[in-house]
Each structure stands twice: as C-alpha cells, then as structure tokens.
C-alpha cells in the first residue's frame, strides 16, 4: 500500500490549491490532515470509501472541498480562498477497513496507512 501527497506550494492568501493523493493498492476511505509548525496534526477533510459522504473541520468548512476519483486512484482536495493559517504540511492517509461505504472517520487513530506530507505555504 502506498500513498502520494502532491500539489503543495507557495500561495498568496486568497489563492487556491489542489492537493492530489494517489492511494496504490487500497480502497478506503481517504482523509487529510495537517500540521502547522509547532503544532499537532489536526483533522481537515475524509471522503468515504464509496465516495458518498464527506466531513470536514470547521476552520475550513465552506472553503475546501474534498473528492474521489477512483478510475485514477485519485482524492482530490480543492483548498480555496487560503489564510495564512492554513500553512501547514498536509497529509493524506487511508482509514482502517470497515464495513461501512459512508464511513468517514475523523480520528488519527481511524487511520492505518500515511503518505508522505505536501508543504502549502500561503503568505499574507
């Protein structure tokens, strides 16, 4: 099983990214994290595994959005109108199995396989 994180960079505040994570091997529910300098990985966004249902945190509900494309192995998570404090390493991972197609765990502890961190730098 291999996950890969891509699309991070040095933005404006106000601009948009699309961060990208190829998952080989596995079909999960797909979640993204973060972690800011000096600070804990937090929760951002999961889509379940069948691609039903979505959950997001509350700092950027209405701002990013999250989405699967399974032909290509492919989550997507579109991050618009980015503050300064989204500046973070981002993290996708896949969740444990479950039962579930609308599974969408927010735990870190849900999750059992990590991609390797995309920098998102967004400057005032």
């Known amino acids: 099983v291999q996950l890969q994180a891509s699309g991070g960079g040095l933005v404006q505040a106000g601009d948009s990214l699309r961060l990208s994570c190829t998952v080989f091997g596995l079909n999960r529910a797909i979640g993204w994290f973060r972690q800011a300098p000096g600070k804990a990985r937090d929760f951002v966004a999961v889509i379940s595994r069948g691609g039903g249902r979505t959950s997001y945190s509350d700092s950027v509900k209405g701002r990013f959005t999250i989405s699967r494309d399974d032909a290509k192995s492919t989550v997507f998570l579109q991050m618009n109108t980015l503050k300064p404090e989204d500046t973070a390493v981002y993290y996708c991972?896949?969740?444990?199995?479950?039962?579930?197609?609308?599974?969408?765990?927010?735990?870190?502890?849900?999750?059992?396989?990590w991609g390797q961190g995309t920098l998102v730098t967004v400057s005032s």
């Open positions: 991972a896949a969740a444990s199995a479950h039962p579930s197609t609308f599974w969408t765990p927010v735990q870190e502890s849900s999750y059992t396989y």
